[in-house]
């Protein structure tokens, strides 16, 4: 496998508080990578920095070989797709206007139909409600959009930022196998996840921050088993 992915020395700050202090990982083509940490780790911050919509203090960000713009849309068009957290979606907007922008400039007529015949079928109950404002959703419905949304513009590599918070157990675990789903046809991932257990289990490689710094690494199975990491590091 190549590397889809990398950040090397990344540092990002706050005004004066360091929430990046020289961040270094990778994501290969076809992995599940999970990022994982207690708040305040910096874990949302690196995602920011990768999309785009916050400014890096130091370090590189390649990806697919290339060094990353600083421009989001620009990021998006290379194929690297942000799921924000808290989901935020366009609550003004039916089901389908919202899968719609995600399409963005795309002109594959015939690809974006089977696009939306494939969300649909990982999620039907948006298609029940393709013509409901995303607002009326429920919390649950509103992150299988914002997941749907993200597939329609076909990235190579999507981010999740916190994708289970305040979701019912059920849905939860619904997210998590749309997210495997998504791996295993094709699509890399790179997971910011609270919910560090499941994460571990689906994850091909982790990252375990503390403010602002990656103080372990290693196999998603390794990190699992390692019983010290969970009071040390995780804050669960």
Do not use: W
């Amino acid at each position: 496998m190549s590397v889809l992915l990398k950040v090397d020395n990344l540092k990002a700050a706050y005004g004066g508080i360091h929430a990046l202090r020289g961040v270094s990982l990778q994501v290969e083509e076809g992995e599940i990578v999970s990022v994982l940490g207690a708040n305040g780790a910096g874990k949302s911050t690196l995602l920011k920095c990768i999309s785009g919509v916050m400014k890096r203090t130091a370090g590189t960000i390649e990806f697919d070989g290339k060094p990353i713009s600083n421009k989001p849309h620009e990021i998006v068009e290379a194929g690297l797709v942000q799921v924000p957290e808290a989901r935020q979606i366009f609550a003004k907007l039916t089901v389908v206007e919202n899968l719609r922008i995600g399409v963005g400039n795309r002109k594959d007529t015939e690809q974006i139909k089977k696009d939306f015949d494939r969300v649909y079928t990982m999620f039907p109950r948006l298609k029940e409600r393709e013509k409901q404002y995303g607002g009326l959703l429920s919390g649950g419905e509103q992150q299988m959009l914002a997941i749907a949304r993200g597939i329609m513009a076909r990235p190579k590599l999507m981010m999740f930022d916190e994708p289970s918070l305040g979701l019912a157990p059920v849905i939860v675990s619904q997210v998590f196998e749309a997210i495997k789903e998504i791996n295993a046809e094709g699509t890399s991932i790179m997971l910011i996840e609270q919910n560090a257990n499941k994460a571990l289990k689906i994850s091909d490689h982790a990252y375990i921050m503390q403010t602002g710094l990656v103080v372990r690494h290693g196999t998603g199975a390794e990190l699992l088993a390692d019983e010290s990491l969970s009071a040390t590091y995780l804050g669960d």
